[in-house]
């Protein structure tokens, strides 16, 4: 069971993960912005650390320092109070950072059906979608991202048929309803 220590509702941060496709980034600012809070993206933030993207920190230097690298930006972010950050699943799973996470503020999870992500996927990777060691690497990625999906506590959000905005809004209202 998660415990969370006290919080005052003005300090509380929401936390967004989950897999909806490229755009999460920009439905975090936009939630950001509408709530008059910083925006942290803890993803980004470790690809401008080393200079690269995730995967190729993992190809380069192995999952031991990605590993490193996330710890140490999961650590600067639970220093926000007030924020919206935006956390990968996959970072969020890893020792100990979901229960942090949650002593912060809600968890909300952006998901989508299966259709609508296979179709982000095609569109993604375009031809190389039908390389099946490539479709399988984007699907064993989606797969890890919705593993925090079993995490107690969750709250989960169906984005298949919303647009950026109604997500934004969406996100919002929950937020609100789980702080007030």
Not at 134 to 144: D, Q
Request: charged share 25%.
């Amino acid at each position: 069971m998660v415990t969370t220590r006290y919080i005052p509702v003005s300090d509380r941060n929401l936390i967004l993960t989950g897999y909806t496709g490229p755009g999460q980034p920009a439905i975090g600012r936009r939630v950001a912005a509408t709530l008059q809070r910083t925006f942290v993206n803890v993803d980004l933030q470790v690809e401008e650390r080393q200079g690269m993207t995730i995967d190729d920190i993992r190809l380069r230097f192995g999952e031991s320092r990605l590993k490193t690298l996330e710890a140490e930006v999961v650590h600067e972010a639970l220093l926000y109070r007030s924020a919206v950050i935006r956390v990968g699943g996959q970072t969020l799973m890893r020792t100990g950072h979901y229960d942090r996470f949650v002593e912060t503020g809600p968890v909300i999870c952006l998901v989508a059906s299966l259709d609508s992500v296979l179709q982000n996927l095609h569109l993604t990777l375009g031809a190389r979608y039908h390389n099946p060691d490539e479709r399988s690497l984007a699907l064993g990625h989606v797969k890890r991202e919705w593993a925090v999906r079993a995490s107690p506590g969750i709250h989960e959000i169906d984005t298949t048929y919303m647009t950026e905005a109604e997500i934004a809004d969406a996100v919002i209202d929950l937020w609100r309803q789980l702080v007030l």
